[in-house]
């Protein structure tokens, strides 16, 4: 088994539709969650992160984690062509000091129709 | 734009070649991490540096090397390549440095170095 299974893609849904993107993982050490957003010929970009089960809004994102069922949500409300992206979900872990260790889900492409 | 830079953005070689992608990380970010990027397997890390010093390996295949020069930038070098070895690969960069009340884990990334093995 994987450490982080991300739901395989790709997904398409029509502008201003709510979108959900899940991971599980297994390693009951992770500390912190992250979702990351590529688009298309760029580099990884996080999008949000959090460290506590529970949600975290950022404007028509949420972030939602579960740690007693060891699984993640990135919630899209009111979808718009301009995230039609690669999303992936990201998990970490603290070692050594200050460093960390992040493993990544696949990533699902998600595009928005308009 | 992210801060960081790596070069070259493409790169096309041949079975059994060597080629070497170089990372500048953001200013003032100590960590160096490589990851690389393919469909089927997804963003998978390789190797990271902190301040000149190796700090921690995933995947690297003993083909692959990297090293952090003194003035922090990063090369990963790549050998004796294999057509299982194109893929996209990417540098990031975190401010890893010892700061109180812990930094957030985020990793800045470049914009990938492509390389295809013909």
């Known amino acids: 088994q994987k450490e982080v299974e991300q739901d395989p893609g790709p997904l398409s849904v029509p502008e201003g539709a709510i979108v959900s993107l899940n991971c599980t993982y297994s390693n009951s050490a992770f500390q912190y969650f992250m979702w990351y957003r590529q688009y298309s010929r760029k580099g990884p970009e996080l999008l949000m992160y959090t460290y506590s089960s529970g949600n975290k809004e950022d404007g028509r994102f949420t972030a939602q984690v579960d740690k007693s069922s060891k699984y993640i949500s990135l919630f899209i409300r009111d979808s718009q062509p301009s995230d039609s992206a690669t999303y992936l979900c990201a998990m970490g872990v603290w070692y050594s000091g200050a460093n960390s260790k992040l493993t990544f889900g696949k990533g699902i492409t998600l595009s928005v129709r308009p | 734009d992210s801060g960081v830079t790596q070069t070259p953005k493409h790169l096309i070689t041949a079975t059994g070649q060597r080629v070497t992608l170089r990372c500048s990380p953001r200013?003032?970010?100590?960590?160096v991490y490589w990851y690389q990027q393919s469909l089927d397997q997804g963003l998978q890390f390789l190797i990271q540096y902190y301040n000149g010093e190796e700090r921690a390996k995933g995947n690297i295949l003993e083909r692959f090397s990297a090293q952090q020069f003194p003035d922090l930038h990063s090369e990963l070098n790549l050998s004796s390549l294999e057509l299982g070895d194109s893929a996209l690969y990417f540098c990031?960069?975190?401010?890893?440095?010892?700061?109180?009340?812990?930094?957030?884990?985020?990793?800045?990334f470049g914009e990938g170095s492509r390389l295809t093995v013909l």
């Open positions: 990031a960069s975190s401010a890893r440095a010892l700061l109180a009340g812990g930094p957030t884990g985020e990793l800045f």
């Open positions: 200013s003032g970010d100590l960590s």
